[in-house]
């Protein structure tokens, strides 16, 4: 797993207010961390994880910042990635559920003695993507939960997490950092040449998602898009050609900025002057597409994405997906349904 932890300076309020608990002994047997993706959530499970491992942690005789200390025979553990109460239970390599072995296997782990400072911690990201028998298992292990154990689910997509399960945990919420705070700190992180402002905006507000934008170079993946869009209204390009070109950027990639132009294509139709675009740069020609569909099209666009996005999260044939949705957008565009 990777080592990479921090806390974000739009997380300072939650952190405190984790090891506020921590330090009180009030500590749930399940936390559930939710938010928008890019808010640092991992990052903050996981030095939460270490902190609560971590054999100096409310010392009141160190130096406090509220961070584990870095040294101890855990902290150092932690560091390296083998911590043995330490359980990171995500995707593994290129699968997109969470199964039921990785669930059971961290029950067994929980059921056994702690080796160090008598706390367990399992953290489940991201727990919306763990299949039902999974999420069954993992049931059973919140309905009669271990002494001294911490299970940390981290989530993006609350809806898609059983009810069941959330129901079970105490419930904590990663905002969206506010845009100054969010722009100076990806400003500090980007290289000259950016615009922090509009990365930010294309990540709907999520500084992290922002960041890697910008390191993996997908911005350019967005004209793409648009541009296919454009010619596929034109008549100029199929469907079926369009789903197939598009593929090479991955299609979660296409599905997301597809659902950020509508989005905008939304916002330029229900008011005059939007306060906020998601592809500020792009507004003309965003309301030049627009102004050829109707609002309730736009909407009915908005569901067909958000449905492909979620069947995308599954095994779902991708060229098919996206020839779906490219043929709804045409068919609705020319006004032949
Ligand atoms: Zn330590």
């Known amino acids: 797993m990777s080592q990479s932890s921090q806390i974000f300076p ?45 054999e100096n942690s409310g010392n009141n005789s160190l130096p406090r910042d ?8 855990s902290c150092l553990l932690d560091q390296a990635g083998s911590h043995p109460d330490h359980h990171w239970v995500g995707l593994l390599d290129s ?28 953290v489940i990201t991201p727990a919306e993507q763990m299949n039902l028998q999974a999420a069954n298992s993992l049931l059973k292990t919140l309905e009669e939960p271990p002494s001294r154990s911490l299970l940390i689910l981290v ?13 079970r945990c105490q419930r904590i919420t990663c905002a969206l950092p506010p845009q100054d705070a969010a722009v100076s700190w990806l400003e500090a992180q980007l290289t000259p040449g950016h615009d922090a ?12 998602v922002a960041l890697q934008m910008a390191q993996e170079g997908r911005v350019s993946q967005r004209l793409e898009v648009l541009d296919g869009l454009e010619r596929l209204l034109r008549n100029q390009e199929s469907a079926v050609t369009l789903a197939a070109s598009w593929l090479k950027l991955e299609l979660k990639e296409a599905l ?19 306060p906020r675009l998601v592809n500020p740069d792009m ?41 779906d949705v490219l043929i709804r957008w045409n068919e609705r565009c020319s006004g032949r349904m």
Request: aromatic content about 6%; glycine content about 8%.
């Open 10 to 54: 739009w997380q300072r309020a939650l952190w405190q207010g984790l090891i506020q608990r921590l330090h009180e002994d009030r500590l749930p047997h399940a936390l559930l961390l939710s938010g928008p993706q890019g808010t640092g959530k991992e990052s903050l499970a996981r030095l939460f994880a270490r902190a609560v491992l971590c």
């Open 66 to 73: 509220d961070l584990p200390c870095g040294t101890c025979r």
């Open 95 to 122: 699968k997109k559920i969470i199964g039921v072995d990785q669930i059971r296997e961290i029950g067994t782990s929980l059921s056994m003695k702690a080796h160090y400072s008598g706390y367990k911690v399992v």
């Open 155 to 167: 989530a993006s997509h609350m809806t898609a997490l059983p009810a069941t399960l959330r129901s």
């Open 197 to 208: 402002g509009l990365l930010l905006a294309l990540a709907g507000g999520a500084p992290r």
């Open 256 to 274: 997301y900025w597809m659902h950020s132009g509508v989005i905008d294509m939304i916002r330029l139709k229900s008011a005059a002057h939007p």
């Open 283 to 323: 507004r003309e020609r965003l309301q030049a597409i627009a102004a050829q569909m109707e609002l309730k099209t736009l909407y009915y666009q908005l569901d067909k994405i958000g449905e492909a996005s979620r069947l995308a999260m599954g095994q779902s044939n991708a060229q098919m997906l996206l020839e």
